[in-house]
Every structure is written in C-alpha cells, then in structure tokens.
C-alpha cells in the first residue's frame, strides 16, 4: 500500500518526521551501566588501585603509612532515585588479600599501582591499575596497558613564597590557640583517627593549624567532591568572563546540541544543584535492567568521565527533583573544556589559570581520566593552606587582591539552598539541617567523601579546612566543637 497522498510530491512516512534538521544528530547514545559480578569486580579493583596511588604517589605517604590507612570499598551498582545501595564484602576482600589471592604490586619509578585478583571462579584473573602523572592526580588505567592521552607537564602559576598568605605561601606561625580551642582540638584529633589536619582561618592569616602525625602544612590530601566547588566556582568566574551569560541558560554541553532532545531543557544551575534528572540504565548480571543514579562510577572505571556524563539519559523533569550524582559534573566538565577548546587555548593550563592558581593554589591538582580530561566531580588534591584560600575568596565575595573574580552575589548564589527538601546549595552544603548544631544556620562548605570540608563562616569572617583519610570516620560533634570555639575566639 502506497502512503502517497493525491497531489503530494512524496510520500509521508508515518514514522518519523523527515524535515530537515541541521541542528545536531540527536539524543546521544545511552551509556548502560555493566553491573554484572565480573564489572563490579574490575570497579573495585580500580578503585583500590586508584586509592593506593593517590595515597603512594599524590599525598606522599610511604607504603607502609599507605598500606595501614587502606580500606576496602566494593564497587555498587547505582540506586534508585531514593536509594544508594553501601557497599558490602570489605571481610571477603580483606580475606582474599590474606590468602594472597589478590596482590598489589607498587611500581615506585612509574609511580603505578597494579591489583591483581587470582579467582578461579572468574576465570582469568581481573587487573585493576592506576599512575600517578604530576598535575594529572592518580589516574585509572583499569585493565589497560597505557593511557589515552600524552599527560605533558602543565605550566602552572606560582605564588610568591615570601609574599604573605593568603596571596601569598608565607604563613606565620600562629600563637598557640586559646586553651578552650586547644581542649577541643585535642578532643577532636583523639576521635578522628584517620584527620590529616584542620585549619583556620580569616581573610588575612592562618589562625590556627594543627595536623596528625601523618599529616603535615605541605602534605596534599585528597579533596573527593570538594573538587565539585572548586568546578562551580570555575563556571562563576566563566559568567564574569563573559563566556557564559547565565546560570539558568540552557546547558551548551558537546553532545547536547540538538534542540529536539530533552538533555536541552537542563540547564546550569541544574547541574550545580543536582537536580539535572541525569541517569544510566542499569544491566544486572541476572539480566534485569534498572534505573541508576550514577554514585562513584567516574572514580571506577577506565573511561572518558566527560564523554559518559554526557551519556546519561534523562530520567526526571530537569529541576524536578534532587538526587545527588557524579555524572552532572562531568557534564559540567565537558562543557568547560569545550569552550577552552573553542577558543584555542590549551585546555589542561587554562582551567588551572581560571582559578586555583589565581588564587596561589599551587598544591591543587585534578585527578585525570584515561582520556585526560581533569574529573570535574571529585579527587582533587591539595594542601589545607591551598584549600583554605578558597574559603577565603568567598569571605571576600568573589573580590581577590582587589580585583573581581566572580560576580556580584556568586557567593549568595552558591552558598545558599534554594529549594526545599535538602540543604545542598550549588556544589556546597548548608547548615539549614543543623548537621552542625553549634554553627549558624548560614554556614556553608565544600564537601567531599570521608568528611574533607572547606567551611566559609561570612558572618563570622573565618574558614576552616579540615581533611582526613579515605573510609575513615571523623566525629563530626569534635569538628562542631572545635568551630564554635574558632567563632568565640575569633569572630
């Protein structure tokens, strides 16, 4: 039967529309999540590869420092949108490490780490890998032999060493705290067991600093999603560039240009506040396929973060709801790099010269992927006086040496949750829960896993940086105490 139509000059397909649509290819390929057993496994192995790296390789611990502070983390399959399954079988782990059925090899003159999981079960055994590269942080290799990129030496910004901090590295030595701060940072060190150090802070001196017997002021210590403000504040410094006109414009993402598809209803401030709807369909090795909210994929798997971010579908009505994902600031990431690119400059330079090294961060470096690009999301490193310059600028609101990096009330904007239901801000958390019952409710941090936090005090006119070692519990009610008595002293 012809679909012809009388006087028509060609037939109608009743399928699809045939205009002609020189906007794009549309709806990017969907990305499906692997969670079968022998992916999981591969994750995890990566994932214990990357840890002993960063801690090896990045933060400068030997290996037996190294070796004591690991702890085993299993790869999940991503949750629901309620729903983030903990992870289960560090004992089976710990346990095959001690039969010698997993070994870990350290290549110090490659700065790799290579775990090898010998299971009979599995057939051939699962490899999981990383390097360390300087300015790159560890980098997953997973099961392959060598990395998608050629990782030159990035040239870097340095601060003056003799010029005062913050502007500065010259940090000079702080009195001896007032005996109720000391009392509290006794308490708290004695709790937090896995602490590198904290540190605190106005917008002119160090204040106070004090660190484990493994931490030190020039020791860089993992940031985790911390790293997802220092990405936020690179969009605001990209919107008083003028790169960018607004944060509730839609997000110009590489492969989202098509106009027919929904990723085009997402825009910036959704990715910066989680609430961009962005999932993965999940295959399970039994065959079912569920819905996933991407969790630590991106710190997992051997693969290009950008390009996967970009790959998720979108499962909820963009602002709809918020669920907090990884692959959003990837998005993010991809979107940065591509307008560095568009602009012929060199992307790896660019990015650290937009911010951290404006501000003298010369100990921050991303972490990389297998592709190069730096994780927009998470593991980031530095040390505590580095971190805490970023507190600083946003003591300052967005003002640094006099001049105006971010916009005028960027700091409002980011520091502030704005929809009912969760305290996250954009990429920072907020006090509005009272996870600190001692602090005031317009407290805000940056925040990233095992409780790494850059608190910002405006009111008050302090920041405290605090770090601490992967997987290990910090006791928040010391951290609380050790704050309030910052602010009677301080403020």
Not at 166 to 193: I, K, M, N, W
Not at 269 to 286: T, Y
Not at 437 to 459: E, H, K, N
Not at 466 to 474: L, Q
């Amino acid at each position: 039967m012809s679909d012809a139509r009388p006087g028509s000059a060609a037939p109608v397909e009743a399928y699809f529309d045939r205009t002609p649509q020189p906007f794009g290819d549309g709806p990017p390929e969907p990305l499906v999540y692997d969670a079968s057993p022998r992916a999981l496994r591969q994750r995890t192995l990566n994932f214990a590869a990357k840890r002993l790296v960063d801690m090896r390789y990045v933060s400068g611990l030997d290996r037996a420092t190294a070796q004591r502070h690991f702890r085993w983390r299993p790869a999940v399959a991503p949750g629901g949108l309620g729903f983030r399954a903990a992870p289960d079988g560090q004992a089976e782990l710990a346990a095959a490490q001690h039969r010698g059925d997993i070994v870990i090899d350290m290549d110090n003159a490659d700065r790799g780490v290579t775990v090898r999981w010998n299971d009979a079960g599995f057939g051939e055994p699962v490899v999981g890998a990383a390097v360390a590269r300087p300015g790159y942080g560890g980098i997953v290799l997973g099961p392959h032999a060598s990395l998608r990129f050629d990782p030159q030496r990035i040239s870097r910004r340095r601060p003056d060493p003799e010029h005062a901090w913050p502007l500065g590295d010259a940090v000079e030595t702080p009195a001896v705290p007032p005996a109720e701060v000391g009392r509290a940072l006794d308490a708290f060190f004695a709790r937090s067991t896995g602490a590198y150090g904290i540190l605190i802070a106005n917008a002119e001196r160090v204040l106070c600093e004090r660190y484990s017997e493994v931490g030190a002021a020039d020791r860089a210590t993992p940031s985790w999603s911390m790293t997802k403000a220092i990405t936020c504040t690179v969009i605001g410094r990209l919107i008083e560039e003028g790169w960018f006109a607004s944060v509730h414009d839609p997000a110009p993402a590489p492969l989202w240009r098509d106009p027919r598809t929904i990723h085009r209803l997402i825009t910036l401030d959704h990715l910066l506040r989680m609430r961009s709807g962005l999932a993965f369909p999940v295959a399970h090795g039994d065959g079912r396929v569920s819905l996933g909210f991407e969790n630590s994929a991106v710190y997992q798997d051997a693969a290009d973060a950008f390009e996967a971010g970009q790959r998720s579908i979108v499962a909820t009505v963009p602002g709809a709801v918020f669920r907090y994902i990884n692959s959003g600031l990837n998005v993010l990431g991809a979107i940065v790099r591509d307008q560095i690119e568009r602009r012929g400059q060199p992307y790896h330079e660019t990015l650290y010269g937009l911010l951290v090294d404006r501000l003298g961060m010369a100990s921050y470096q991303h972490s990389a992927d297998i592709a190069g690009n730096l994780i927009a999301s998470g593991a980031g490193f530095a040390t505590l006086r580095d971190y805490a310059k970023l507190g600083v600028l946003y003591l300052q609101d967005g003002l640094w040496d006099g001049e105006r990096l971010l916009p005028l009330g960027w700091a409002d904007y980011a520091l502030t949750a704005t929809h009912t239901g969760t305290s996250y801000a954009a990429c920072f958390r907020t006090n509005s829960d009272r996870l600190f019952p001692d602090l005031p409710l317009d407290t805000a941090w940056a925040s990233g896993a095992s409780d790494q936090r850059i608190f910002i005090l405006r009111r008050h006119r302090l920041t405290v940086a605090v770090s601490n070692e992967t997987d290990y519990p910090m006791d928040l009610g010391a951290l609380n105490r050790v704050i309030a008595a910052a602010i009677a002293t301080w403020a």
